[in-house]
């Protein structure tokens, strides 16, 4: 599978644009603030289902539009084409259709388009809180099987339903909040443990990836290790949840569970987060991309679009070359406003310049 062609309508600073890609190397270039960020925040959005950069919908639409709109056009290995399009609207609800098809349910569409996203921004995956790393378990579990997504929204909103009955409850409990409570602790325990199991695989599988990976980028002998080990798995989230109760009771909020809990990285032995330097940190992101998208061909029999935005001006010239030689086959944008390495070797080249298109 590749993407043959991404249309944009109205969306962010782009009116129209029209980019034809190459199935190997597109290097999309342009001075910064022009719109390359836009362009790869539309393709990715059709895997998603969002803006990798965390955005809300509305802020994707072209400001003095009611609506934008992507439309990919993906070339199938049996020679098949299908369309996929997203239509984001200001005001009402999103609409995703395949084929022209309109699907019922947004998570419908996940699959027809998988990219893989390296971004500077993925330094905040080693460096900030554990909600980083937490949604970057939870997109690559989605990636993976689109039914992941629907098992994060029903934990989500059994969540929201236990919170709202510990505020409710005011710090105590009558005998119908009790039962009601018991009732959302056994359906957020279910969901729970379904995430927990399912996360604990996935790092299972990612750690020498990772490993293997970062050994690559940087050279030597570092040694990275992921560890995914929440307290509350090893005595069950149900017992967990008993055991908080007067302290979530107390808080008005359920302070156990996955939406809690840290992935663990290390170098050599501590803590990435404190210990590691920027440099280190930053290849240790590239590495936990890369590992995940060599997971995602493995898995799913499927190579995503691989998408370098402006990665390769934060590495030295080392570890850029490390990362272009080691990048598995499939298709690859680069987006850049310098100098592209020699080993980049792109196909096309693609200019942007105030959100246009430019020969």
């Given amino acids: 599978m590749h993407l043959e062609r991404l249309d944009l309508v109205d969306f962010r600073n782009y009116a129209r644009a029209e980019f034809t890609l190459t199935p190997h190397t597109t290097a999309v270039v342009g001075r910064n603030g022009q719109g390359k960020t836009n362009f790869v925040e539309g393709l990715a959005y059709l895997s998603l289902l969002g803006s990798f ?8 639409v072209r400001v003095g539009a009611e609506q934008a709109v992507i439309r990919a056009t993906i070339r199938q290995p049996d020679g098949r084409e299908t369309l996929v399009e997203a239509e984001l609207n200001r005001n009402g609800r999103n609409r995703f259709l395949v084929n022209r098809q309109q699907l019922q349910r947004s998570r419908d569409a996940l699959g027809a388009l998988r990219v893989s996203v390296f971004s500077p921004d993925d330094l905040a995956l080693v460096k900030d809180g554990a909600g980083e790393r937490r949604r970057f378990l939870d997109d690559a579990l989605v990636t993976l099987a689109a039914k992941n997504d629907a098992l994060r929204l029903d934990f989500e909103r059994a969540l929201k339903q236990r919170n709202a009955l510990l505020k409710q ?31 604990a695989t996935l790092v299972a599988r990612l750690g020498p990836l990772v490993d293997e990976a970062y050994r690559t980028l940087a050279g030597g002998t570092h040694e990275v290790a992921l560890v995914y080990a929440p307290a509350w798995r090893s005595i069950g989230l149900v017992a967990a949840l008993a055991g908080s109760r007067a302290d979530d009771l107390r808080r008005q909020l359920s302070t156990v569970g996955p939406h809690r809990d840290e992935l663990d990285l290390s170098i050599n032995g501590l803590p990435a987060r404190t210990h590691a330097s920027q440099g280190e940190q930053r290849t240790l992101a590239l590495a936990l991309r890369l590992a995940t998208h060599r997971l995602v061909c493995d898995v799913v029999d499927d190579v995503p679009v691989l998408v370098l935005d402006d990665v390769l001006s934060e590495l030295d010239e080392d570890r850029a070359t490390a990362l272009l030689t080691s990048l598995p086959d499939g ?18 080249t693609l200019r942007i310049e105030g959100g246009r298109l430019v020969e």
């Fill in 53 to 60: 950069r965390g955005a809300p919908a509305e802020a994707l």
């Fill in 169 to 199: 409850a005011g710090g105590r409990l009558d005998e119908a909040a009790a039962v009601t409570l018991d009732v959302w602790d056994a359906r957020v325990a279910d969901l729970g443990e379904r995430i927990g199991y399912a996360r």
């Fill in 331 to 348: 298709q690859v944008v680069i987006t850049t406003a310098g100098h592209l390495p020699e080993q980049a070797k792109p196909e096309a």
